[in-house]
Each structure stands twice: as structure tokens, then as C-alpha cells.
């Protein structure tokens, strides 16, 4: 395998030119009208025939920039001047996006990177950048280098729509690699510190900073080790978290830098939580993703909260997916470009089959993990829960929520609440099911359109007591108007209403008018 190409550097003088070329004609939109719904959409399955197909018979800039810095294919000079007005491919040579083979209109540029528009709408508001990345597997067709520089996937995604986007004066991007989530921090934040033991990923950082406007506090490496003694407001992170066997790469699996964490089993993710308590600021925030291992004899909760435990805060933890060992070494081993079928990824299957075996792990849990560290003293909040939801919409509004939530419930006791009015979120919805014929409900529930789109399942009382928050009675009167009504013990009313409510105030199905 060849050698990775330089990372891409932006002069000063080219970044305004390349900025406006690029908002010209190489937005999401253009190039979904140049490539049309059918090559648009196999292209988001990893399958480039038909956008290669398109693209070789178009002159459109989006269709020319698509076809070169996406499916890595070759344009002429001439196409890509045309693509890039006030940058050129000189420009672009000079800022190592592409390499070209002379200067000749006729000659042939190749791409060096992938470069594509990222638009996205998070709690900060609506934007769109311009992020590189090296070029994948779908681009070179072959496997992954181990200094490979992951664009943005789906774990990035999730990451970026459920972080908090209140104001956050420090935060810091753990474990850069592009710079995504550094990007989307420095709409509400006054400085970043992005780190990463890569240094290829941190040229990467750079660049799409200067090409997004802005700069980072670019620091190289390992966890937390670039940032001793200092604390955030706010720490993102989508780690090294993959549980890759010494045994599978004994066997010639090559050691991904962006998620390759090399230590054993889950024990990176385990030591970052733990040490993350100590760089939070009073009311800051550390939130995200990792794997843990489920073990024979032992719940994942007990485990994953052994690890809060340690960082001695608060903590939410949601495991949103569970796979088998044989699943989960199938996905990492085709996420770094391996064929099923093939010596070197049955070689790897098996290291992993007996490293899993070995070590009593029956499956492997992925999601989220939420640190805070209270202002207050008292004793940690600890939810450790499962939600399968999968996450298409910003969250970053509805954990805020929560958080403001908790500590509210947890400095207010039931007579406080008891005198509080209460609203139902506009976004929930309330479901009866019924047999045809019968005027009772069978089955009544509550849905969250927004958030982690729960469901909950309210007795009559507590169906009641909903129906009736809307801010104009406290849950005091709504509760005495039931037990009147229902000609039933206040008490036991309120012995049933509120801690109903609490758990409605947390999840968002309730809010403090």
C-alpha cells in the first residue's frame, strides 16, 4: 500500500477564494440536483456506479468536485478551472486537495483528499461547512491506511446532535480527528481546545477550520494527557473505542488511529470517564460514545456504573445498541475495509472470537455517556437506561432540559412540587386503544414526538392528573380535585401522582410552567 498523501494546508491568501468557490457551486443541494435522485441516493449506500456514470458526462462544478474529491476519479485541468474560478487548480495544488499531472487544459488532476459540503441544523441554529478528510474505501478501493482520517459517519452525527449547545466559555474536542465536533463547538463557545494523538488528523483540523473561518487550540496527544490540570465547561468526544484484540492484530489486522484505542477490551473507555471528573468545571458537562462489554455474571449497568462511580459525578448513560461478538467484530472488520471471505478477515474473526470467549464477553453495548459536575454538593444522579430510538433530530435542547430538570427535582421535595403549576410539552401526544364497540381504553399511553421519543404507560390517576397540567392549577389542586372527584384519600392520590410526575418532569414529558 501506498503511502498517505500529505495532509491538505490553506494559505491565508487562497482560503477567501476557495470559500466563495466552493458556496458558488459546491453545496449539498447542487450536488444532489447534478447527480439526481438515483445516483444521490446509491451513493449514501456506499455504491459510486451510478454518480461515476453522471458525472463523467457532466461539466457542472458540483458534478466535476463531486466526481474528484469524492469518488476520487480523475478530471482535466480545464474542468476543474472552470469548477473553481477564483482558486484554480494551482490554488488547489497549493493547498494539497488535489495533485495534477502537468498544465496542460487537457492534463489530468487527481483528488488527494475527500472533500464534500456538510449542512446541518443542531440547537446552535443552521450552518453548513466544507470538511475534508483522507479518501475512503469507496474512493481507492482498497483498505483503509492506519493514519486514515475518518470524515464524518454516523457515530459523528450522533455525537453532534446530542451535545448541549448552551453557551460554554471552555470546550474541549477530545480525539479531533476532522474536526466536526470542534466545528459545531465554536458557535457557542468562546475558545476550543481540539486534541488528538494523530498528527495527520490535526493538519486535517486545521484546515477545515481555516476553510469554516475560524481556528482551534490544536494540541497533540494521547486522551487526556494535553490538557493536565486544566477544566472545561464543555468536553466532547467519539474516542478510540473499539475493543480490537492484540490476537487480531497479531494476525495482520492493521491498527486504526481513529478508533483503535489499544488498550484492552473496554478499559479506554472505562479510564477516560473515570479521569474526565477531574477536567469538568463546576456545572460543565462531558458527553460521549463508547463500547462496553457485557460479561457473564455481570450487568452492563454495574459495570458502566463502576466507571461513574470512579469519576465521581454525575451520570447518564444510554446504551442505544447491543451486539454479538461475531456482529460486532464483522462491523469493525468491514469498517477498515475487509472482505468477508477473505484469509486476512477470517484470520482477525477468529482472534476476536477467542479474545471475546476468553474473557467471558457475551456481547458488546454501544451509546452515549453524560458526565456533569454539580455546582451543589449532595449525593451523584445516576440513570444508567436503555433507548433504541435511533437519533435523526437535534437532542442537545432535550438533554439541557433534563439536566435543568434533575437538579431542580433535586433540591425541590414533594411539597414544593406539590405547589409548582406544570404544562404538557407541546410534543407529546396521548394514545387510547380500544376494542370496537368498548367506550373504556384498553391501553393508554402517553408518546414524546421529540427527544428520545418514549412512551409511558399513565394509571387513571396520573392520565388525569396530565390531562389537567396547564399552568393554570398547581399538581396540589389537581390532585385534590381528583381525590374529590374520584371521592378517594387525598393522600393516596398524591402518593401515586407525584412521584409520576417527577419522572415525567424528567423525561420532558412535563415542563415547569
Known amino acids: 500500500m501506498t503511502a498517505s498523501p500529505p495532509p491538505p494546508r490553506l494559505p491565508a491568501d487562497l482560503a477567501p477564494g476557495l470559500r466563495a468557490d466552493l458556496a458558488a457551486g459546491y453545496t449539498r443541494e447542487a450536488v444532489e440536483a447534478a447527480l439526481g435522485p438515483v445516483a444521490t441516493a446509491a451513493l449514501s449506500r456506499e455504491e459510486p456506479v451510478p454518480a461515476r456514470r453522471v458525472t463523467d458526462r457532466s461539466t457542472e462544478p458540483a458534478a466535476v468536485l463531486a466526481r474528484l474529491l469524492v469518488l476520487g476519479l480523475p478530471v482535466r485541468r480545464a474542468a476543474l478551472d472552470a469548477a ?8 488547489a495544488v497549493a493547498a494539497g486537495l488535489v495533485a495534477a ?3 496542460g487544459a487537457d492534463d489530468e488532476v487527481r483528488g488527494l483528499v475527500d ?3 456538510y449542512e446541518v441544523a443542531d440547537d446552535a441554529g443552521e450552518t453548513g461547512w466544507w470538511v475534508a478528510s483522507d479518501l475512503g474505501e469507496l474512493a481507492t478501493g482498497q483498505s483503509l491506511r492506519a493514519d486514515h482520517v475518518l470524515g464524518i459517519g454516523g457515530a459523528s452525527l450522533t455525537l453532534a446532535r446530542t451535545t448541549v449547545r448552551d453557551h460554554r466559555p471552555r470546550v474541549l474536542d477530545l480525539g479531533t480527528g476532522c474536526g466536526i465536533q470542534a466545528l459545531h463547538a465554536h458557535r457557542h463557545a468562546d475558545h476550543v481546545v481540539a486534541t488528538d494523538i494523530s498528527r495527520r488528523a490535526l493538519d486535517f483540523a486545521a484546515f477545515n477550520a481555516a476553510l469554516a473561518g475560524t481556528a482551534f487550540d490544536l494540541r497533540e496527544g494521547s486522551l487526556l494527557d494535553p490538557v493536565r490540570g486544566e477544566r472545561f465547561d464543555l468536553v466532547v468526544s467519539n474516542p478510540p473505542f473499539v475493543i480490537t484484540p492484540p490476537a487480531a492484530r497479531a494476525a495482520g489486522l492493521p491498527v486504526m488511529e481513529y478508533r483503535d484505542g489499544a488498550k484492552p477490551g473496554d478499559s479506554l473507555v472505562g479510564d477516560l470517564v473515570a479521569g474526565l471528573g477531574d477536567h469538568l468545571a463546576p456545572g460543565g458537562v462531558a458527553q460521549l460514545l463508547g463500547n462496553w462489554e457485557h460479561h457473564a455474571g455481570e450487568g452492563w449497568r454495574e459495570r458502566v456504573g463502576g466507571w461513574l462511580a470512579a ?3 454525575d451520570g447518564w448513560v444510554v446504551q442505544r445498541e447491543v451486539q454479538d461478538p461475531a456482529e460486532y467484530a464483522h462491523t469493525w472488520l468491514r469498517d477498515g475495509g475487509l472482505r468477508p471471505g477473505s484469509p486476512l478477515f477470517d484470520a482477525a474473526l477468529e482472534a476476536w472470537l477467542d479474545d471475546f470467549e476468553a474473557r467471558g464477553v ?3 453495548g454501544f451509546g ?3 458526565l456533569r459536575r454539580p455546582v451543589g454538593h449532595g449525593t451523584p444522579w445516576r440513570r444508567l437506561e436503555e433507548v433504541d430510538a435511533p437519533v435523526h433530530r437535534p437532542l442537545g435542547g432535550h438533554v439541557t432540559a433534563v439536566l435543568a430538570a434533575q437538579e431542580w ?4 421535595d414533594d411539597a414544593a412540587l406539590a ?7 407541546d410534543d407529546v401526544t396521548e394514545e387510547r386503544y380500544l376494542r370496537p364497540g368498548e367506550q373504556d381504553p384498553r391501553v393508554l399511553q402517553l408518546r414524546q414526538g421529540e427527544g428520545f421519543g418514549r412512551t409511558y404507560r399513565p394509571g387513571t390517576l396520573v392520565a388525569g392528573a396530565v390531562g389537567a397540567c396547564d399552568g393554570e392549577l398547581t399538581l396540589g389542586q389537581i390532585v385534590g380535585g381528583l381525590a374529590a372527584l374520584l371521592d378517594q384519600p387525598a393522600d393516596a392520590v398524591a402518593a401515586e401522582v407525584l412521584p409520576a410526575a417527577r419522572d415525567l418532569l424528567l423525561d420532558g414529558f412535563l415542563h415547569l410552567a
Open 84 to 91: 473553481l474560478p477564483r482558486t484554480g487548480t494551482a490554488g
Open 101 to 103: 499531472a502537468g498544465q
Open 115 to 117: 472533500l464534500r459540503p
Open 311 to 313: 469519576a465521581g459525578t
Open 362 to 364: 457475551e456481547a458488546v
Open 368 to 370: 452515549y455517556v453524560l
Open 409 to 412: 427535582l433535586a433540591t425541590h
Open 419 to 425: 405547589a409548582t403549576r406544570l404544562v404538557v410539552a
